[in-house]
């Protein structure tokens, strides 16, 4: 068995991917989840994929007692995925201060209990929104940060610098800023998967409900953007390619492979693809028809950034690996089996 590794917001869409291939790699997960956007149910799912039940604290990070006496408990923990966030853009407009107490307050909380405990390694989930609407495309970790457009965006921000802040005045641990690009897509076991609560505001969601009719409409928010085809674009990225840069992440941290005591990698495949391109290869790759339309543009919405994941593809030895199609498969089974089980 490799080292113990605290996954925050285990349960959620992107920490219970990685939590399979952090198991899957021999690492001990400890799963930390306040279960506000997620179901423990997911930690069922995670056992049947790998045979291993993680350790389950269902707590909030904010309580930095609880979070003391959860490190007690689980003594030896050497690394730390920070997942534990709330991550919706509009809803963040509307409460700021919810998202500044929630996303803040937590990471402070971790940064000052990891030295007396020994954590050697911290991940951050930081996001592409940090380089806002970018001068130079593909985007590479030297572009310039922009001003946030949302407090959702602004705590990922605060929080790389409190991280970087803190590590240059000396704390005794590393860390790496992974900064994701669209994540989509389910495990291939269609035993985990995004659940999003209530109406879908991303886009996958929003297409797969869609297809098997809970949602009437797609609408596409803008085809008069300065694209060639008039609809956005971003750089979706599988997630079970970008839980896989997690585990990479923790293993240069712990193995003393950094070159920096923090480092930022870009997590994207290097390709951008538009709205109406993906709902039509949604369609080729399922057969199934979409109902959409043309909408207004969406408030705050970028039109177009993708990734340059060169520096993530030689320093840190991951790459983006499964095609569009493939994805688009998985998000779609997933959705079969939500309905299987009468869930959605
Ligand atoms: C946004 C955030 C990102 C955050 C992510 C998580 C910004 C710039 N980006 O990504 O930081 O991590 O949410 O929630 O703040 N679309 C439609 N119809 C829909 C839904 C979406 O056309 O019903 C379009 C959007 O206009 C966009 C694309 O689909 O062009 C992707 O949208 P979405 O999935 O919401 O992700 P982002 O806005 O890129």
Known sequence: MKAKILVTGGAGYIGSHTTVELQNAGYEVVILDN????????????????????????????????LRRLFEKHKGIKGVINFAASKAVGESVKKPLLYYRNNLVTMLNLLDLMPEYGVEALVFSSSCTVYGQPDVLPVDETAPIKPALSPYGNTKQICEEIITDTIHAGAPFKSILLRYFNPIGAHPSAEIGELPL?????????????????????????????????????????VVDLAKAHVKAIERMLENKSQDN???????????????????????????????????????????????????????????????????????????????????
């Open 35 to 66: 279960l506000s956007n997620s179901n423990a149910e997911v930690i069922d799912g995670i056992e049947r994929i790998t045979g291993i039940r993680p350790a389950f604290e269902k707590m909030d990070m904010q309580d930095k007692e609880a």
């Open 198 to 238: 209530g109406t879908p505001q991303n886009l996958l969601p929003y297409i797969t409900q869609t297809a098997i009719g809970v949602r009437e409409q797609l609408s596409v928010f803008g085809d008069d953007y300065d694209t060639p085809d008039g609809s956005c674009i971003r750089d979706y990225i599988y």
């Open 262 to 344: 923090v480092e930022i990698f870009n997590l994207g495949t290097g390709k951008g693809v538009s709205v109406l391109e993906l709902i039509h290869t949604f369609e080729e790759a399922t057969g199934v028809k979409l109902r959409y339309k043309i909408a207004g543009r969406r408030e705050g919405d970028i039109t177009q950034v993708w990734a340059d994941p060169r520096k993530a593809n030689t320093v840190l030895g991951w790459k983006a690996e499964t095609s569009l199609a493939d994805t688009l498969k998985s998000a779609w089974n997933w959705q079969l089996h939500l309905r299987e089980k009468g869930i959605m």
